[in-house]
């Protein structure tokens, strides 16, 4: 394909993206791979390169463009090399008019800037669009750190993670045998922590309420070594695909608990009173993880957090009666966002009597209300809010 050619198909998907973006349709990703499975005469260069345009777009641009003509022309504003590739000639972009700007460049959509700056600094902005590294955990149950590292001499351990190793950019480590054999899962190392702040140990009844596919899951499992009860539970499906995540992990018993959104109490019964931990990784906006995913920017509203905060405080009010005496709640969100974090911790101190703060047993992060706050720049991580509760009553 000529340089124009990938130029309109980085339109194409532009155009689809944000239409999907604006509908609550498909992620960019899924609509990618759709698009060439239909257009088989794209080679792998030409996938790459379209791709590269597709995310450079998305990423350069906080609040969704216009059109995806508009998102292609901002981004050949910043790449003179690009502005040649719109020659208006068969399947090319038209040239670009003088008084053609295209799509403004920005981090934070401007809906949002202010409540970003309420928890970071103007110089911890760009890390939360760079590339994400490839952080690996490793799982205790079937290798320790040292084996890991005999195989793959180009990882660096983490920086807080005991478990925590990064490997250079583009690793392909699902093709591994180590990854095969359970022996690491791929994991960002603020996900590590998040699992490390529930001091999960062997032994100990351990609900995680809000499970996903079970990435936390697993590493509640390696640090509890086999022994006590974990129980996973969601309300998406997804949770169904844990099962075999777990026996490949070598993760021997776990309940797994599909939730009705509506009846969740119900089903969660039997466990009141009876955890030493309950982890929430509560659903939220994930402006933590917009450097994975920066399409994310365009697809979050006013309404959507509404609607997010509120489940947030639902989940909290569900999980809180499993603890113990003296057990632990564990909330994290992967945001940045006070509201979804701090605030939403201090809305449920606010209201419910006999919970304790507790240290967090790592320094990454910095405090933040009840918890702390970790983000891409300071800490390397996704950014992510987590805070330990104890019941005292
Ligand atoms: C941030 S994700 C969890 C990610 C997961 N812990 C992991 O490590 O991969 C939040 C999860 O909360 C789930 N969720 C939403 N509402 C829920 C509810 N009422 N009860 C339990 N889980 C809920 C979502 O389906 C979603 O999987």
Redesign the pocket.
Known sequence: MTPGARAQAAIELLDEIIAAAKAGGAAADTIIVRYFKTRRYAGSGDRRAIRELVYGAIRRAGDCPVDGRAALVGLARERPELVAAFDGSRHCPAPIGEDEVGAEASIIPQWLDNRVAATLSADELPALLERAPLDLRVNRLKATPEDVLAFLPEARPGAFSPDALRLPEGHPIEASPLYAEGKVEVQDEG?QLIALASRAAPGMTVI?????????TLALAAMMGGEGRLIA????RRLMRLGARADRAGVGSLDMRL?D?AR?AERLADLAGAADVVLI????SGTGTWRRNPEARWRLTEARLARLTA?QA??LE?GAPLVRLGGRLVYAT?SVLAEEGRDRVAAFLASHAGWTVEELPFTAGKADGAGRLLNPASDGTDGFFVASLIRSC
């Open positions: 996900s995680d309420l809000c499970a996903g596919a079970g990435g936390k539970c969601d309300v998406d939730l959104g969740e990784d509560a659903p939220c489940l639902r989940v569900l992967c």
